[in-house]
Structure formats: C-alpha cells, structure tokens
C-alpha cells in the first residue's frame, strides 16, 4: 500500500546548498511529475517525464534539475538552493493512455525552507 | 499551450447551500479533465474526471465545450467539504500527458 513515496518530509537548507529530493512509486506508472505548491499559485508543475529516460519541463523549471533513475524512481535536484524555492513540494504518478492522464497518485510532500 | 484558471481562491458557503467551484480551461485539442481534493493534513487525490461521468460524495462536474469549463458542484455543501479543490488537465500522450493544475479554490462550509 505504499504508492508514492517521497523523502525527506521536511528539510531546511541554507542559501546556496543543494539538495535531491526523492520519490519511488510502486504501482508500476509511466509518468511521473514533481509539483511545488504556494499560496496562492496551486500545483505548478516543475519537470515531469512520460516514460523512463524521458523528461520535460513543466512551468517553473528554472533552479531545478531532475533525473528519472528507472521506472519506480523520479529525483528533483536543487543545485543551489535560494529562498524563492522555499515551497512544499509534491510527487506524483499515473498512467498514459491515448487521450491523457489516468488518476494520479500523490507523495506526502516536502516542506523545504531556504533561508 | 495547456492552462487551467479557477477564478476564486476562496469560496465560503454555509451548510446546506449549494456549492460550485469555477474551472475554465485553454487547451487546443480534447483534453482530459480531473477534479482533485486536499483535505486537511491528507494527501491529495483525485475527486472525480470528465470522463467517467460519475457523482462522487454528491458532487457533479460537466465539461462543456464550448465554454471550455468544467465547473465542480454540488446541491447541498456539508461541513466535511470543507477542502482545497484544484481543477486540473491532461493533454493526449503524443504531448507527454502533461498534467497541469489551476491555483485551487479553498472550500469553507460554515454550520
């Protein structure tokens, strides 16, 4: 009953470190997507990837990197990190048909704090 | 390019009135339409989507065309509603099933 997984729950870094966050699903998806949420902006959407070895940026995919290691596990890398990336972030999983998105699953969240 | 604009970002009703939370959408093609809840210190997940055309804990969304929307409502709001909705698009697979989300609309039902 795992689903999506996502590691660290809360995380406070310093301007200019970095940081991976990580996120595994086990109900064997294709796609997968890493969101950061704030107030009044919703879920934007920062890279997603459609298939293994396969990535795309999303809407705000500016001071992040990703990697898609295999098809359970999907990594957004802060290279340095600025207070504007202070945010709670969100992985998520579905599956693709022909004409979109099936449901799609959601980690718990990262609460990250850049100061 | 694929965007979802929910207009309110706070919707406060009492017990029993009616709800609908606005959702407009700009995609070119025939996209997929979801309606996914936050509640309080829970995951999100989905709600309910256009295409299955169910009525999920009593709440009803249609998608009309023409006026690109897909509203979400429902006949009488309960304090149990009381949620983030987020309206949210997905495009067909030969675009990556991009799926993109509008700003959410915070639900109040006040007893």
């Known amino acids: 009953n795992a689903g999506v997984t996502q590691t660290p729950k809360f995380q406070v870094l310093k301007t200019g470190q970095s940081m991976t966050l990580q996120c595994a699903q086990d109900?064997?998806?294709?796609?997968m997507y890493w969101y950061r949420q704030d107030p009044g902006m919703g879920l934007r959407l920062i890279y997603y990837?459609?298939?293994?070895?396969?990535?795309d940026k999303g809407e705000v995919p500016n001071g992040y990197n990703v990697s898609r290691l295999n098809k359970r596990e999907f990594s957004l890398r802060l290279e340095s990190a600025a207070p504007s990336q202070t945010s709670v972030y969100f992985c998520?999983?579905?599956?693709?048909?022909?004409?979109?998105?099936?449901?799609?699953?959601f980690g718990q969240g990262t609460r990250l704090t850049v100061v | 390019a694929q965007r979802v604009t929910q207009p309110e970002k706070l919707l406060s009703v009492f017990k029993g009135a009616p709800v609908e939370l606005k959702c407009n959408y700009s995609?070119?093609?025939?996209?997929?339409l979801f309606w996914y809840v936050q509640y309080s210190r829970q995951r999100l997940q989905l709600l309910l989507r256009?295409?299955s055309r169910e009525s999920i804990k009593g709440f009803t969304a249609d998608l009309n065309k023409g006026e690109t929307s897909f509203h979400l409502k429902k006949p009488f709001a309960q304090e149990e509603d009381s949620a983030m909705y987020y309206c949210?698009?997905?495009?067909?697979?030969?675009?990556?099933?991009?799926?993109?989300f509008g700003a959410g609309t915070i639900l109040r039902v006040k007893s």
């Open positions: 949210a698009l997905s495009g067909p697979l030969e675009y990556g099933n991009k799926l993109v």
């Open positions: 998520a999983s579905s599956e693709a048909w022909q004409w979109g998105s099936t449901e799609a699953f």
């Open positions: 995609y070119s093609g025939s996209p997929e």
């Open positions: 990837s459609a298939s293994e070895g396969t990535t």
């Open positions: 109900m064997n998806h294709n796609s």
């Open positions: 256009h295409i």
